[in-house]
């Protein structure tokens, strides 16, 4: 019955589970090796599921009801915010950092985009120009 197997009375989540509501080949290895019989929603398992890169905001989508998911939205809104004021001072410094770097590979990029597109023009107009009559 997949989604809906118990084991008592703990639902229990399966590999197969993830293949119907269309997880990736990757996402259903990752949880196959971790869980090979499945596993029930713990807080050791979602955190063994976020260590291994499991895509959790994917399965809330798909597995949450829509009380639930509200629930994870807000605290993962939450986190995603707690996140970023951590690193604010970091990520100015870094690109502070990177800044003049990146304005010169803005620079030498932009100029050799514009002569790849030239050259590229040029020969498309060579390739497409008709040939005088007689050459072969």
Not at 73 to 80: F, G, H, I, N
């Amino acid at each position: 019955m997949n989604a809906e197997t118990l084991k008592g009375s703990i639902r229990l989540y399966t590999a197969d589970d993830l293949l119907e509501k269309g997880a990736t080949c990757n996402q259903v290895d990752v949880f196959r090796a971790l869980w090979p019989e499945g596993t029930a929603n713990t807080l050791d398992a979602c955190r063994l599921a976020a260590a291994r890169g499991l895509d959790l905001d994917w399965f809330a989508e798909r597995f949450l009801s829509v009380p639930a998911r509200k629930i994870f939205d807000e605290a993962s809104d939450a986190a995603r915010k707690m996140y970023y004021e951590a690193t604010a001072d970091a990520r100015k410094m870094y690109y502070e950092a990177i800044s003049p770097a990146q304005k010169i590979f803005d620079e030498a990029t932009d100029a050799a985009w514009k002569m790849f597109d030239a050259a590229k023009s040029d020969a498309l107009y060579r390739a497409a120009k008709p040939e005088p009559e007689g050459a072969k």
